[in-house]
């Protein structure tokens, strides 16, 4: 198992950024996808984005791929999301997500094992 933990979120304005932190604790000695995911008030929970644990290999939701940047740190066992050029519309509760089941670097939700508490970001306008 593994344990997450996120931080970083906050209150920003339009066009700024933010960097979100995913610390993982736990068997993090295996290989898994890390992602994240958010979820606005009354939406579903939507896929931003993901990493290969051990070959860093990323993908990313459309809506964010040229503002958004996946990261690993393995001597830290943590996961960053860098957020640019934020939009009211990025407002959410952002999640992190791990997959045991690595090679699938899925979008859905429901295919994550292990989830943190998420972080608030809000983007004003």
């Known amino acids: 198992q593994v344990q997450l933990v996120e931080s970083g979120g906050g209150l920003v304005q339009a066009g700024g950024s933010l960097s979100l932190s995913c610390a993982a604790s736990g068997n993090t000695d295996s290989r898994y996808t890390v992602a994240w995911f958010r979820q606005a008030p009354g939406k579903e929970r939507e896929f931003v984005a993901a990493v290969d644990w051990r070959s860093a290999s990323t993908k990313y939701a459309d809506i964010v791929k040229v503002r958004c940047t996946i990261s690993r740190d393995i001597g830290k066992n943590t996961v960053y999301l860098q957020m640019n050029s934020l939009k009211p519309e990025d407002t959410a509760v952002y999640y992190c997500?791990?997959?045991?089941?690595?090679?699938?670097?899925?979008?859905?939700?429901?295919?994550?094992?292990?989830w943190g508490q998420g972080t608030q970001v809000t983007v004003s306008s």
């Open positions: 997500a791990a997959d045991a089941q690595w090679y699938r670097m899925s979008r859905d939700s429901v295919e994550y094992e292990y």
